[in-house]
């Protein structure tokens, strides 16, 4: 996936990818990343929980719009629950 | 075993075990970066268009699904239409276990999320189409998906005019 977050960046289009695994995320250095740390499969929690999808969507689109700086990775800043 | 059920089989696994994920993540023979590209966001990037970009081999139910028999994966993408409903959808993908997004695909792509946020005006705007492409990509197949695939959805979302993409893996 960062694979292609890169090249739709280097296109000029700003992105962020929600991210399962720090390891693999510093590896392939996106521009920028919310690291959720939820299993495989669940990048947005669990099905059915509207509240937790969309505070993770909200946290994305704003980190997105205001990350300054290349490379930045953030912890989702609320442990949700799985 | 048969391809496919030892597919299925070994993504149950890694799905019930983060730490197995990142022993793996560790050991495996990942792409290493040591810079980052870089688009400068405008402070009013979220009027739009966004549009989602997935990895968890998401498509319409009347596409081609991903090829599950080739060991280096499917570098094709699928683009849909943002306006389609959430139950035209399907995932074709052994690599992970995606039951829980097989009953709710916000779980792996929130396209009914991003619709509420459009809604309630939180985005201006959603883009015309989202993409989607397979994850476990390699060899042959992974310089395919950077030197061709990868950029023409790069070039289709321009020609969208997105501004805004989030990426959402399986």
Known sequence: MGLIQ?????????????SLNRTVTEKVKPPRALLVGYPLGHPLGRPYDKKTQTSLLKEGLTLLRDIRVPGTLVDVSDRYRF | MLKPAKDKLLASIFTNSP?????????ADIV??????????????LQGPVALVTTAGVHLIGQPPFDMDDPEGDASFREMPSSTPAGALTI???????????????????????????????IGRIARRHFSFMG???????????????????????????????????
């Open chain 1, 6 to 18: 890169r090249t739709i960046e280097e296109a000029g289009i700003p992105t962020l990818s929600i």
């Open chain 2, 19 to 27: 730490g197995l994920v990142n022993l793996w993540a560790k050991k």
């Open chain 2, 32 to 45: 290493t970066n040591t810079s980052t590209p870089w688009a400068t966001a405008a402070s009013d990037i």
């Open chain 2, 92 to 122: 074709t993908h052994n690599y992970y276990a995606h039951r829980d997004a097989d009953s709710d695909i916000n779980v792996v792509f929130p396209v009914e999320r991003l619709k509420d946020l459009e809604a309630e005006g939180f």
């Open chain 2, 136 to 170: 476990h990509i390699l060899g042959s197949r992974l310089e395919r998906l950077v030197g061709e695939t990868a950029p023409a959805v790069a070039a289709e979302l321009k020609r969208d005019r997105v501004r805004a993409v989030v990426l959402t893996p399986s």
